[in-house]
């Protein structure tokens, strides 16, 4: 069982920027693939970022791509996602998500799929 609690959203200009955090409860985090997602008005939930179990592999939606990293650190039980140079169409809900099973690879491109823990949620807006 994990429990997640993001935090960190806020209200920015374009062009600034914001690191959100999501703390898991338990000893279970470094157990888990773990993922940020968003979701603004009217539209559906999106995947924005990933990582593996230990932090070495890590990818994200293209959308985003050059200017939000994600990262994790095990030893405080605590997923963040750095975002930099925001846009308006970033403005959403920010999600985080955890799996136990792996981050996957076709050979290609790495995939996550989300798992059943999600966090609350963390509202981003980004004003033009």
């Known amino acids: 069982q994990v429990q997640l609690v993001e935090s960190g959203g806020g209200l920015v200009q374009a062009g600034g920027s914001l690191r959100l955090s999501c703390a898991a409860s338990g000893r279970a985090f470094s157990t888990h693939a773990m993922g940020w997602y968003r979701q603004a008005p009217g539209k559906e939930r999106e995947f924005v970022a990933a990582?593996?179990?230990?932090?070495?592999?890590?990818f994200c939606a293209d959308s985003v791509k050059g200017r939000f990293t994600i990262s994790r650190d095990n030893a405080k039980n605590t997923l963040y996602l750095q975002m930099n140079s925001l846009k308006p169409e970033d403005t959403a809900v920010y999600y985080c998500n955890a799996n136990p099973l792996p981050v996957l690879y076709n050979g290609r491109d790495y995939y996550y799929t989300p798992g059943g823990y999600w966090g609350q949620g963390t509202q981003v807006t980004v004003s033009s």
């Open positions: 990582i593996s179990k230990s932090g070495g592999t890590t």
